[in-house]
């Protein structure tokens, strides 16, 4: 097995698929199909070989690796689609599809017939048996074994169909020996067949029939014969299983007046239906409809009204067998045993003595004995054993009376056997079974060898001796005379104690001379031994063995059943009947072993066809299939073993075509010549000994080492080359992938920039526009705030200045009233005083005036004389007050500047406050002062503009008077120059304080000055 092999892995009884990755000396590195995982697996014999191709083979021989997954494969997936036959060499694999698959039809069986269809199918091997009828090439057989329930006799029957159809040229009508045969089937099913746990129509017993043809292969006659009756059925069944069928045909079937002439009810008053508590079939077919059935068939066989009547009379008596009771030697259910002697037409006295009593002879004397209750029961069971037994064979005799023909050309027989057995619990039946199937296997064995020797001859190869498998160890184990299972068997069976326990202790003791036969210490506490059969091993319980291997009846039973009025009683073999009551009666399975002998005999003329019935699961489903199930079935229907056989010699071979195909690879040049294939295959370079193959006519044969040599290096050759096909096909592939992906990747990069690039642009698109309506919004909410705290603001500036404004006016109107009422009042005072001083002066100015006058009228009368001096006088002071009002006057304009500047200043001063305003705010008071104190200082100035008005008028009025009064202008004069002295000192004393800045000093000079 080298890498890159595929294989089969077993794995928790499974097998699964797989290919080998690496291997070395004790482990192989597998990784498996189904999970793609990888395990190291140390067990070799759980790695096979898988073939390449198996999944349509018609013959598994044809697959190259011939192993139980293998197998298994193929017949699984041939049996998917719905192929339910395989051949293997010589034998065709039926599995039961347990579905009607229509391909049983006569269009079927004429084609088959026609040899127009070469699948494997059950017609196909029945007319390759025909054929050789036909060819007159001796008598044929075809074996058909299986499992129970695996469709041995559905296969039994269509080939019975097949047979009758073209020896009839399918006209089959009720009186053709082709239409009797088939209508054999229902009754011998119906007394020999019953519902198991694996088979709702289970055949209780063996049968091989003979179908005999004349020369122009019609079919003349037919010869059934049936082994190995499963009697102790009608005593006991299993849970859920049934007795015999025809017991539930007739408790159905029949009319109830037909019943009460049996004296029979249902089905559940009888013990040995009612025991197992199953009455029904499950596979639906009705036991009304078989019964009809059953009517019609005994009618085409040929069976009387009173043929019919004794059968079911029979039946009858055995239900009614069946429920007696019988206690302390008495019988407390009389009426069943009154019935039990009607129907089986035996005295009720003499039916009851044989049941409670037995006769012993001593030295000619003959002693009556009452028996034990057990005995009692004994006799009873086996009474109705031998009965039923007696009438099944009566029956099939009968039926063989409508077949009977001596003068016969050749016969086809066809074999529905039992296949064999291994239950958890295996008795007598089943090592009666399972050597039967053993001395088949032996019988199969010999015929492929003897079919490989044939085939080694037509391809005239050198052959010897070859070693092939054999169960002649297990055979004489039980054949072995004298010493053999079967003979212990019978011996045991010899002696009046002869019992289970001692026929164990000589098969221990038998045990220890024998391979094939073990027993354990464990076993033996159990009673139990171990045979290893050819499929394996089987252990066997041995209790009941010698019970079961001789029915013994008393001779009070057997001279009741001679005193019997039934018919099918009088043809009962007395001298066998008899035989019963002795010891020396031959055993069943001695029976068994010489009806197995003659069957043996017979076949062994004949030619052999093999039909395993496969049955795929347990449950009877369709399109279920079990693959422990098949590979148990496989092994034990003997296939393995037909395989090893033919393996075994030359295990491959190969037609010269299929080698060629296969391995032309290897060599320069292979045509199907054989001495150059002998030449080629002597060839160095494969490394074979020339002595272990065979180069045949048609094929050639090889040993299992070389054929994996030449597979090693084919597949090594294989490996190279694909490595190289790989190489190349994957670097163009990566090459071409490449060139289409760098193309495909260029677009797609083209596409993406592209759209990279538009979404870019989008982007930034979206980001300007979103900037754009973030500034304009922001710009517009910060315009619509900045208007509204602009509004604000002017609005708050407004009520503040408008407050600050109100304030001030109200200040300068508070002020303005003040300084009104102020100047009012100072003028008041003033000219209160002036009033006052003037009216004094008047007072004064009279007296001086009237002293004056008296003076003056004196001077008058000296300046009468001093006129002109006066006049110049005068003169001089009119020349004097000019100059004192040019002084004046220019004092005015002096006044004018300064009140010019006042005002500038004023302005000035107004404009700092206003821009100083917010910032200085401190000193708005001040300047507000000042303002004040130059509002005032303008209110004096005004005040004294008016003093100065009224100082001119004053002036005036003494410029009047001036001419009347010359000292009151002295006065005046020296008033005014009083005036405009302290005017001059405020003028000076105002410029020297605005030129200081000095408010205080100038608002305190002001208030000084006025005061
Ligand atoms: N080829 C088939 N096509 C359809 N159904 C089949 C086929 N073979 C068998 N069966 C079904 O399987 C059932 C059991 O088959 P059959 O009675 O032939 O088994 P058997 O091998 O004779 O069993 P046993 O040993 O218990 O007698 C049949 O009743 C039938 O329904
Ligand atoms: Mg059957």
Not at 205 to 232: Q, R, V
Not at 887 to 907: P, S
Not at 960 to 979: G, P, S, V
């Amino acid at each position: 097995m080298e890498s890159n092999t595929k294989v089969w892995i077993k794995k928790r009884n499974r097998w699964f698929s797989g290919i080998i990755v690496s291997k070395n000396e004790d482990q192989v590195l597998i990784k498996f199909d189904h999970n793609k995982k990888t395990e190291i697996i140390d067990n070799f014999s759980n790695i096979k070989l898988k073939n390449q191709n198996c999944d349509n083979v018609n013959d598994l021989m044809n697959l190259q690796h011939l192993n139980e997954p293998s197998m298994l494969n193929a017949l699984f997936n041939r049996y998917k689609k719905n192929t339910i036959y395989t051949y293997t060499g010589p034998i065709l694999i039926a599995i039961n599809p347990f579905k009607n698959l229509e391909i049983y039809d006569d269009g079927n069986i004429k084609n088959f017939n026609n040899n127009q269809i070469e699948n494997p199918h059950l017609y196909g091997v029945v007319s390759k048996v025909y054929e050789n009828i036909k060819k007159n090439k001796g008598n044929q057989s075809v074996l058909i074994s299986g499992n129970s329930g695996s469709g041995k006799t559905f296969s039994t029957r269509y080939i019975m169909k097949y047979l009758s159809k073209v020896s009839s040229n399918f006209d089959t009508n009720e009186n053709t020996v082709e239409r009797k045969l088939l209508e054999s089937n229902p009754i011998l099913e119906a007394f020999g067949n019953a519902k198991t746990l694996m088979n709702d129509n289970s055949s209780r017993f063996g049968k091989y029939i003979k179908i005999f043809f004349d020369d122009d292969s019609k079919i003349t006659g037919a010869n059934i014969e049936t082994y190995l009756l499963e009697k102790i059925r009608l005593i006991n069944q299993k849970d859920g299983e049934r007795n015999f069928h025809i017991f539930y045909l007739i408790l159905l079937g029949m009319s109830n007046s037909d019943k009460q002439k049996y004296s029979i009810t249902k089905v559940d008053d009888y013990r040995i239906l009612s025991n197992s508590k199953c009455y029904l079939r499950d596979d639906g077919i009705s036991d009304k409809s078989q019964y009809e059935e059953l009517i019609q068939s005994f009618h085409i066989m040929n069976f009387t009204e009173v043929d019919i009547e004794n059968i079911f009379l029979i039946i009858s008596a055995i239900l009614h067998l069946g429920n007696i009771v019988i206690k302390d030697n008495q019988v407390i259910d009389s009426f069943s045993l009154k019935c039990a002697s009607k129907m089986l037409s035996i005295e009720y006295a003499d039916l009851k003595r044989c049941f409670l009593q037995k006769e012993i002879t001593v030295h000619g004397e003959t002693f009556i004995k009452p028996l034990k209750d057990i005995e009692s029961y004994n006799v009873i069971t086996t009474m109705m054993k031998v009965i039923y037994e007696n009438m099944f064979n009566w029956i099939v005799k009968k039926i063989n009376k409508n077949f009977i023909k001596t003068d016969y050309n050749q016969f086809i027989g066809l074999l529905d056997i039992f296949g064999f057995e291994v239950f958890h619990k295996n008795n007598f039946e089943q090592i009666c079974i399972n050597y039967a199937n053993e001395s088949l296997q032996q019988q199969f064995n010999k015929y492929i060898l003897k079919n490989e020797q044939k085939l080694y001859e037509e391809e005239q190869i050198e052959w010897d001796f070859i070693d092939f498998p054999d169960n002649k160890e297990c055979l004489d184990l039980f054949e072995f005379k004298t010493h053999g299972l079967l003979s212990k068997f019978d011996e045991e069976c010899l002696f009046p104690n002869g019992n289970d326990n001692a026929l164990y202790d000589k098969i221990c003791k038998y045990s220890e001379s024998r391979d094939s036969l073990n027993i354990t210490n464990m076993e033996r506490i159990d009673k139990l031994f171990t045979i290893e059969h050819y499929p394996g091993k089987v252990t066997y319980n041995i209790h009941g063995f010698v019970a079961k291997n001789k029915d013994i009846l008393n001779n009070c039973a057997v001279k009741c059943l001679f005193k019997s009025n039934n018919k099918i009683f009088k043809t009962f073999d007395k001298n066998l009947l008899l035989s019963l009551t002795t010891l020396s009666s031959i055993s069943i399975s001695k029976q068994f072993q010489n009806q197995l002998k003659d069957l043996l005999g017979t076949i062994n003329k004949t030619t052999p066809h093999y039909i395993r019935c496969l049955k795929p699961n347990d449950k009877n489903k369709p399109d279920s299939f079990q693959n422990n199930q098949i590979v148990n079935q496989l092994k034990y229907s003997g296939v393995l073993e037909a395989i090893k056989i033919s393996r075994h010699g030359y295990p491959i071979r190969m037609a010269h075509e299929d080698f060629n195909d296969k391995y032309y690879m290897l060599f320069d040049k292979v045509d199907f010549d054989n001495k150059q294939l002998i030449s080629i295959l002597k060839n160095e370079k494969l490394e074979i000994d020339t002595g272990k193959y065979q180069v045949g006519i048609t094929k050639i044969f090889l040993k299992k080492d070389d054929y994996e040599k030449i597979e090693l290096m084919r597949n090594n050759l294989l490996n190279k080359s694909a490595i190289t096909i790989q190489k190349i096909f994957k670097g163009w592939r990566i090459k071409n992938w490449y060139i289409s992906y760098k193309k495909s990747v260029i677009v797609a990069q083209k596409y993406a920039r592209a759209y990279l690039a538009r979404q870019k642009v989008k982007r930034m698109r979206q980001n300007l526009a979103s900037i754009k309506i973030q500034s304009l919004f922001r710009g517009y909410m910060i315009r619509k705030n900045y208007k509204r705290a602009i509004k604000l603001i002017i609005f708050i500036q407004r009520r503040v200045r408008q407050k600050i404004k109100k304030r001030k006016y109200r200040d300068n109107y508070e002020n303005y009233c003040a300084t009104k009422i102020k100047s009012i009042w100072k003028m008041y005072i003033i000219r209160k005083h002036f009033i006052q001083y003037r009216n004094r002066v008047i007072v004064i100015q009279c007296h001086i005036k009237i002293l004056l006058a008296k003076n003056l009228l004196i001077k008058l009368r000296n300046e009468k004389y001093n006129l002109d001096k006066l006049k110049n006088q005068n003169d001089l002071l009119q020349n004097n007050l000019n100059s004192l009002q040019e002084d004046y006057l220019k004092q005015q304009a002096l006044m004018n500047q300064m009140r010019m500047k006042m005002k500038q200043q004023e302005r000035e001063s107004f404009q700092k406050e206003q821009n100083s305003q917010l910032l200085n705010e401190q000193n708005s008071e001040k300047i507000e002062d000042v303002l004040y104190k130059n509002f005032e200082l303008s209110n004096i100035i005004n005040d004294y503009k008016q003093n100065e008005e009224e100082s001119n008028q004053l002036l005036e009025d003494a410029t009047i008077q001036n001419n009347q009064d010359a000292e009151t202008k002295l006065l005046l004069a020296m008033k005014i120059n009083e005036l405009l002295l302290k005017h001059n000192n405020a003028v000076e004393e105002l410029r020297r304080l605005r030129a200081n800045d000095n408010n205080v000093s100038l608002f305190t000079f002001i208030r000084q000055f006025f005061q």
